[in-house]
């Protein structure tokens, strides 16, 4: 017989510790990071590069201990580049969502759960899962009908863990957003509560058949597409019953030719297919991975697991269709107007620095020749630069950046001769020749522009007459933002506080010496102790050093 269970007020307790457990031992490696002294051989940034990124292995590896909220949690945060190093991104971007399976006994017990008498339409189910993740697990099945289907089933007791972890959350994140520093120009209180949404909204298999069905309807004339049909009637709230779609993993290159598909068709239909969700469609699949992708016997491909599915709204596509228009001719002071409009770019900053960041990104990202990875640098360079910046990108396009990197990675595994940018083309015009908006709309907006150039050109015989006059009376002022200036001597006083930190560390060490080779060498604790603070924030303002010189490099290379 195995152990007695603990009582459920137990296990929670020990659950919450378990996860606090956690949350502190990230906050003392961070702490101890930020620490030169920590650093053998002395503080670089190869040797803070290489800690960080053995951070996010070890925080990758704990979301995965705790299992299936905190996977999810990681897979959200990845799609936060503002909030979290670029390092750690891509780390929790990799984020594979495989957990042991459970029992067949529990998954037949959650199907007579929830579908009750429907149960006797399923015959010869499969005792072995074809796969098991956080959430739930697939068995493949056949109906009284002869039909072939799979069945998600969600782990029991899944729920109850989930709401009880998200409570922990939501505590991590008010102390979180307490803290001096780590909270400043980050709301983790409400990424937590977004969290939150998206991840019960997931525990609802009824949306994600909703999500399979609208999706399959997109491509019902496109014979190179598959999407499996949804079978309603025994689906429910844990439960999904999908056609069963058998295929070949869209990246393995060998298995592929040996069925005598071309994996650069199977590439150019992948990439083709996600290009017309984001232009035609507006819903696509926000999670396209390879384990997600298959390619069927005759060379269609298939898409798999519909739980994250992102949504481009009509005035976002609208915005993007102006954004991509600004890209094309390079008019970085356009582009950047318009990623104000659309929320990307904080409205209240020096708008300076970042048009010439955009410039230099517009020319290395669009002067030809391509390469092959253009949209996977494309991503990494938008990732470091809205870490710790004025830039806010929305989560639906992060979404829309890694699915194209993915697309783009498999097409290259497939065809090293693949060419994103070659097959976006024919996508892109259209949202170059106009903006998603009717005739009716094309012609009020001519309308308002005419009518308010005409109403500032009827204006300026009376402005100047008023300049004018201020002029002779004297009360006209000349009012110049300098915001090269104002950024120099942010910098400049910035530097000034760091060698006065510089100087009060060196007489703590100085003091810390005297001391230890002292009659009492335990006062030397003292000066050590002091010292840790001042360190910190010593450090804190190298980086903050380091960042703006390097701002101020790129923005000096921009033509």
């Known amino acids: 017989m195995g152990a007695p269970a603990l009582p459920m007020p137990l296990r929670s307790v020990l659950r919450a510790l378990r996860i606090w457990r956690a949350v502190l031992t990230l906050i003392v490696l961070l702490w101890w990071d930020g620490c030169a002294w920590t650093y053998p ?3 670089s940034a190869e040797r803070r590069q290489a800690r960080q990124q053995q951070r996010a292995r070890w925080l990758t590896a704990e979301l995965l201990a705790l299992g299936s909220a905190f996977i999810k949690l990681g897979q959200l945060l990845s799609a936060r580049p503002d909030v979290l190093p670029a390092g750690w991104v891509s780390e929790l971007a990799d984020l594979q969502d495989r957990v042991p399976a459970f029992s067949f006994d529990r998954a037949q017990a959650v199907l007579e759960d929830e579908l ?35 069945l998600k089933i969600q782990r029991p007791g899944l729920e109850r863990l989930f709401r009880l972890d998200l409570e922990v959350m939501q505590q991590v994140a008010a102390v979180l957003q307490r803290h001096p520093s780590w909270g400043r120009g980050r709301d983790w209180v409400a990424i937590a509560q977004e969290c939150r949404r998206v991840l ?26 598959r999407v499996p049909g949804v079978i309603w009637e025994l689906s429910s709230r844990r439960v999904l019953c999908l056609d069963y779609l058998p295929g070949i993993k869209v990246n393995d290159r060998p298995a592929l030719v040996a069925a005598g598909i071309e994996p650069s068709s199977v590439a150019e239909i992948g990439a083709a297919s996600y290009l017309q969700q984001l232009v035609r469609f507006g819903f696509f699949h926000a999670d396209p991975h390879p384990g997600n992708l298959a390619v069927a016997s005759d060379g269609a491909l298939i898409y798999y697991d519909f739980g994250m599915m992102g949504l481009l709204s009509d005035g976002l596509r609208r915005r993007l269709g102006a954004m991509v228009r600004a890209a094309a001719s390079r008019d970085a002071a ?18 300076g620095p970042v048009r010439r960041l955009v410039r230099l990104m517009l020319q290395e990202a669009l002067t030809p020749p391509f390469s ?16 710790g910046q004025p830039f806010r990108l929305p989560v639906e396009l992060i979404f829309v950046m890694r699915a194209l990197s ?23 015009l259209p949202l170059m020749a106009s903006s998603g908006s009717g005739p009716n709309d094309l012609f009020n907006e001519l309308g308002r522009q005419v009518g308010a150039l005409s109403s500032r050109a009827a204006g300026i015989p009376r402005r100047l007459d008023e300049s004018l006059e201020r002029l002779e009376q004297g009360d006209l002022q000349l009012q110049i933002r300098m915001g090269e200036s104002d950024r120099q001597f942010r910098r400049m006083v910035t530097a000034q506080h760091a060698v006065g930190q510089s100087v009060l560390l060196g007489s703590l060490a100085l003091a810390a010496a005297l001391l230890g080779a002292g009659p009492r060498p335990l006062w030397a604790l003292l000066p050590v102790a002091a010292g840790i603070p001042v360190g910190m924030g010593w450090l804190k303002l190298q980086l903050k050093l380091r960042r703006d010189g390097r701002i101020e490099q790129l923005g000096q290379n921009g033509p």
């Open 200 to 225: 019960l909204r997931e525990l609802d298999f009824r949306l994600e058949a909703q999500h399979a069905a609208r999706f399959r309807q997109q491509f019902l004339d496109e014979p190179r597409i």
């Open 334 to 351: 356009a582009l950047v107007s318009e990623m104000q409009a659309a929320g990307v770019i904080a409205r209240d900053v020096d708008i």
């Open 406 to 428: 993915t697309f783009e990675g498999v097409g290259r595994s497939l065809d090293p001769a693949f060419s994103l940018v070659a097959i976006a083309k024919p996508y892109l």
């Open 41 to 43: 051989g002395g503080c």
């Open 372 to 387: 092959a990875n253009v949209i996977d640098k494309l991503s990494g360079d938008l990732y470091e630069l809205v870490y």
């Open 116 to 150: 009750g008498a429907r149960c006797a339409e399923i015959i010869d189910l499969d005792q072995q899962p074809l796969g098991a993740a956080s959430l739930a697990q697939v068995h493949r099945a056949s109906l009284r009908s002869g039909r072939q289907v799979v």
